[in-house]
């Protein structure tokens, strides 16, 4: 069965075109049962990752709008301690960068510990970028929210405000689809597709109840669901999965092609051809970057290459 390499960090360049303005923006990990939640009306998220360990998240978010950049992150943290703690530890790194900062005041606002500053200029040029990290502490875990603004002048009405207001530790956290599939690529970036198809059926079971998430990444949570059955033995299910994805979109090359897989491993051969040939035939309509692979090179079908009949379908499908 063919593997995703480009899926194999968690990243949304996949769905980039497909950015949207957001409510909320929230980042979590598996073995959490909070998350860091931030209501920010207005936002596109650009960028949002988890790490391949699991230990730590992070994305990017811009406000056309105001001008504002939003990033943040959160992972395990270096030491124990509250929020001043991580504050002290990030703020000793970020005193070590070559930009000038200025107006450096430091302050607590609930459970966030924060910095504020101006970077007066960058290579000569007037700047006037103004910063503020808010720093908090949950567990064993550090958060670092980043927020800027270029062309800041004193006096005008604090950019950073609203967005402040919007940040907290969301104890009653329940994943969305969108995050059982970045946890579910998690586990399969560490090839435990047991554990990986756990988080993709909860992730497909919550879009089968409301839509939520891109058709890109719709097809690439239901490829890598049969792939992870597959992968791990279970070519009963991954046979059910893709024969019911292919009545959601007849079109796609994908699931015919890991049908086709499916099948192969279990000795059906004439079935295989079958959805090989679906699967060709529907390649121009694969997803940017991806295409049906070639059948000679994939071990699902190894065992067909000196047969006849499979070899004569290769040939026709040229």
Partial sequence: ???????????????????????????????????????????????????????????????????????????????KGDSKACRDHYWSRAKQSPFKKEQIGMRESGPMAIVEYIVPDYLGKELRQKNLNAYLAEGDYWMDVHLSKTGYKTGDEDPFLPVLKGIRINRTYVPTASDRFDFGNIYYHQKDYKKAAMQYEKALELEKQKPSLPRTLWLVLVDQLGMSYGISGDLAKSQHLYEWAVTKEPEYPMFYYNLACSFAEMGKQDNAIKNLRLAFKYNGNSIPGESVPDPRTDSSFEKYLNNPEFKAALEQMK
């Fill in 1 to 79: 069965m063919r593997r995703i390499a480009w899926l194999a960090i968690v990243v949304v360049g996949v769905a980039a075109s497909e950015a949207a303005s957001s409510e909320t923006i929230s980042l979590s990990l598996p073995e959490l049962s909070w998350s860091l939640e931030m209501a920010v009306p207005g936002f596109v998220v650009k960028e949002k990752e988890i790490a391949p360990s699991g230990q730590a998240a992070r994305f990017y978010a811009v406000s056309e709008g105001s001008g504002v950049v939003l990033s943040g992150f959160l992972e395990k943290a270096a030491k």
